[in-house]
């Protein structure tokens, strides 16, 4: 019975339903913490989600870099296929229309540090998203490596399950 257990949840369910990530930097701050040499928050990523239905705008996803292909990187989506994407004074524009954005650290431009205060105009690609941090100004985002692939996305985070007193829904 064990080894059946050991092979449904390692041979089933973590490649294909549901897996846990580490957060490994401070780029979705105050959403998800991570840093080095401190308790970086743990989550679970819904894998099967998009077998079903597209990435939209707000969710929170994990995903393969594409500049680096064994490193997972986990960001918010804040363009579809077909978005008009742009920042004017560290503000988000979708499409012309200003983003209301309540989890976006502080002061997200920064007027020395590329492309917080000011970006584009780009258009998301068929079969892309374009995900940015939380945490404008130290975030390696799409905006200095362009869309993410629909293709790269490994799943959309939806619980925050550890340290035990941030534990809570994305």
Known sequence: MMAFAFAL??????????????IPSSSMEPTLHGCAGCSNDRVMANKF?????????GQI??????????????????GV?????????????VNGESQDEPY???NP???????TCTFGPV???????????DNRAVSHDSRFFGAVPEDN???EAFLRYWPPGRIGLL
């Open 9 to 22: 949840v390692f041979g089933f369910i973590k490649p294909a339903v549901a897996d846990s990530y580490r």
């Open 49 to 57: 989600i998009y077998r079903f239905s597209e990435p939209e705008r």
């Open 61 to 78: 996803v994990v995903f393969r870099s594409v500049e680096e292909e064994d490193t997972l990187l986990i960001k918010r989506v804040v």
């Open 81 to 93: 296929p077909g978005d008009k994407i742009r920042l004017r004074g560290g503000t988000l524009y």
């Open 104 to 106: 976006v650290h502080v």
């Open 109 to 115: 431009c920064h007027r020395y540090v590329p492309r």
């Open 123 to 133: 258009t998301v690609p068929r079969g892309h998203i374009f995900v940015m941090g």
């Open 153 to 155: 996305v490994e799943g």
